[in-house]
């Protein structure tokens, strides 16, 4: 199993940057790939940013250039530093894990609420 814990959520105005951090514990060995994921009140949960145990990364079109994934392997720690915050921005933004012999994000943390004012 795989624990993800979420921090770093908040109220911030537009404009503004958010650093969001997920701490893996368990059995990290397996994991293969981190991302980020968000769900804004009546939508569904979307994918925001993910990042290989290489480091290869992958965005949605509407956080590139804003937002950037990053991990740091020996803290067990992937990072999501958002810039440039919009009122667009705010939902409740979930760290998740996939390992190497799964397609899917089998790991989920709880969530941190981001919310952007305007």
């Known amino acids: 199993q795989v624990q993800l814990v979420e921090s770093g959520g908040g109220l911030v105005q537009a404009g503004g940057s958010l650093r969001l951090a997920c701490a893996a514990s368990?059995?990290?060995?397996?994991?293969?790939?981190m991302g980020w994921y968000r769900q804004a009140p009546g939508k569904q949960r979307e994918l925001v940013a993910t990042?290989?145990?290489?480091?290869?990364?992958n965005y949605a079109d509407s956080v590139k250039g804003r937002f950037t994934i990053s991990r740091e392997n020996a803290k067990n720690t992937a990072y999501l530093q958002m810039s440039s915050l919009k009122p667009e921005d705010t939902a409740v933004y979930y760290c998740?894990?996939?390992?190497?012999?799964?397609?899917?994000?089998?790991?989920w943390g709880q969530g941190t609420q981001v919310t952007v004012s305007s």
């Open positions: 998740a894990a996939r390992t190497s012999d799964s397609v899917t994000y089998d790991y």
């Open positions: 368990g059995y990290i060995f397996r994991i293969s790939r």
């Open positions: 990042i290989t145990s290489l480091g290869s990364t």
